[in-house]
């Protein structure tokens, strides 16, 4: 699903972000990507996302080399990558279901269509009760559930979640981690950057830790490790 | 995937309903531009149509010299001027017509004889040019037994003059707003677009082309282009209904001041359409400015 071959990141004026970064993550495996502020892991998710290009190194998304990867073709890619924002980017100015539409309405989905599936997935994160609302009346955790609603709407085959707990108090962090691991569940590969060594200790998943933009431990490599 | 007109619209209506303000000012400074543009060119019109009709009584006087044919000169002088009104004056019913409008204060002529005044031929020349009527005129000089040709032409220049720079001003000062009225739609839609900046972010983040994020602001700058156009052509129009009757009646050349003259429908279709080009032209420029930066 996600391969990284030596990958470098560096801003100019700025120290290196990513420093020769190896890394696979499969499909439908669950990873955590951790460290402190600063170690890289954004950055990470960004070249994932295709936001920004890595400076040196490869990175492949669903078997093609990110960098061949025209800028007309980089929407299309995204459709199959949800994420989840720590700032959860809804759009203030739309009510709850409109923002969960908006994946679908980019695909050019018939409107009945969008209404069913949009009533689905508020059932799915509780909120179907809210779908008129708009996200400044919701509190911290229901504006996440709905953001992963939103990231979840378009049925991708990889669901990106920085930090999608940072704003959220305990109970609503499990609402949250559930709903991550029920699509992980249901067959989406799910990488969620986060520094709560909490939630790494509540649910066991591969673990990739990165320190200064350096890919120190791995999770699944000290499995392999131990169990070999 | 292509371009869904009745979404694209549905879409760009629901933004202008949620930011009403920002279509306003788009709206209004569209109105400003178009109706400035507008009043000009209908001045210009109705000028040009009043020149016209004064130029409607311009007459050449032909002055014979003393013992001159006048019969064989208003025969010359027709085939001189062809398809023109021609009528010989004799020197004695020039002083009759002086006397007369003279009036009261005929009596200065008392004791002035037929002789004090030329024979004359008057020759109409209603909508003759400048040009043209120095060309005639100098046709006229050359015919014998002419001493003189006079066409008033000293008030048909200036207002030739006056034609000639205002059509020279009316050129300037289209470039001028064209230039103005881009760049302040620009502006204006810069800041609607700036005013969605976190709104486009998101649906590209959410996998949207620049062609979906782009055709909703086009839209609107297309709409408010037409409504601000439209508007400002209804703004004309009630101008002209307020005004040209007041003109009419100050004004007698005015009389024939007709729509057409100041606001023919080719005027106003294209203001209309050049509205909603220059709405549609500036939004462009603002949302490929922002998504180049996004």
Redesign the interface.
């Known amino acids: 699903m996600i391969q990284l071959f030596h990958v470098n990141k560096e801003y100019p004026g700025d120290g290196p972000a990513l420093q020769d970064v190896t890394l696979t993550v499969e499909k439908a495996e669950f990873v955590f990507l951790t460290g402190p502020s600063g170690a890289g892991k954004s950055t990470l998710l960004k070249l994932i996302f295709c936001e920004e290009a890595a400076t040196s190194g490869q990175l492949l998304l669903f078997g093609k080399n990110v960098a061949k990867i025209g800028a007309r073709a980089i929407p299309y890619v995204r459709r199959n990558i949800g994420v989840v924002f720590q700032d959860f980017k809804l759009l203030a100015q739309r009510t709850v279901a409109e923002n969960v539409a908006l994946p679908l309405e980019v695909q050019a989905l018939a409107d009945k269509e969008i209404r069913r599936r949009v009533k689905m997935l508020l059932r799915s994160v509780g909120l179907e009760h809210r779908a008129e609302k708009f996200p400044p009346s919701l509190s911290g955790g229901e504006q996440q559930r709905v953001a992963v609603a939103r990231a979840l709407a378009a049925d991708p085959a990889l669901l990106l979640a920085d930090e999608p707990t940072g704003n959220l108090d305990p109970d609503r962090t499990v609402e949250v981690m559930e709903l991550l691991a029920s699509a992980n569940a249901r067959g989406t590969t799910v990488v969620v950057a986060t520094h709560d060594r909490s939630l790494l200790e509540r649910y066991k998943r591969r673990t990739v830790v990165l320190e200064r933009g350096r890919l120190v431990s791995d999770g699944d490599s000290i499995r392999r490790a131990a169990g070999g | 995937?292509g371009f869904?007109p009745v979404?694209t619209t549905r879409r760009a209506l629901e933004a202008m309903a949620?930011g009403p303000y920002v279509a306003l000012v788009g709206t209004v400074t569209v109105f400003v531009a178009i109706f400035a543009t507008g009043l000009f060119a209908a001045a210009l019109g109705g000028a040009e149509r009043l020149v016209a009709a004064w130029a409607g009584e311009t007459q050449l006087s032909v002055y014979l010299a003393p013992g001159a044919d006048l019969p064989a000169a208003a025969a010359a002088v027709a085939a001189a001027a062809p398809g023109r009104e021609v009528r010989a004056v004799p020197a004695a019913e020039a002083l009759r017509a002086l006397a007369a409008e003279l009036g009261e204060q005929a009596r200065v002529l008392d004791g002035v004889g037929p002789g004090a005044l030329p024979d004359a031929v008057e020759v109409r020349a209603p909508g003759i040019s400048l040009a043209g009527a120095r060309a005639l005129a100098e046709r006229l000089r050359a015919l014998p037994g002419v001493q003189d040709v006079d066409f008033g032409n000293v008030w048909l220049e200036r207002l030739e003059r006056f034609v000639a720079r205002a059509r020279a001003a009316a050129v300037l000062l289209f470039a001028a707003l064209a230039i103005a009225t881009a760049v302040l739609v620009s502006n204006t839609l810069r800041l609607a677009v700036f005013a969605r900046r976190?709104?486009i972010?998101?649906?590209?983040?959410?996998?949207?082309?620049?062609g979906?994020v782009a055709a909703p602001f086009l839209i609107e700058g297309l709409l408010q282009g037409l409504l601000g156009a439209t508007l400002a052509a209804g703004a004309l129009l009630a101008v002209h209904a307020a005004l040209v009757p007041r003109l009419r009646a100050a004004v007698k050349v005015a009389e024939a001041l007709t729509l057409q003259d100041t606001l023919p429908p080719h005027l106003l279709a294209a203001l209309i359409l050049g509205g909603a080009a220059v709405g549609l032209l500036g939004s462009a420029l603002s949302v490929v400015r922002t998504l180049r930066r996004l």
């Open positions: 995937m869904r979404y949620r976190d709104e972010e998101i649906m590209k983040l959410v996998g949207a082309t620049d979906f």
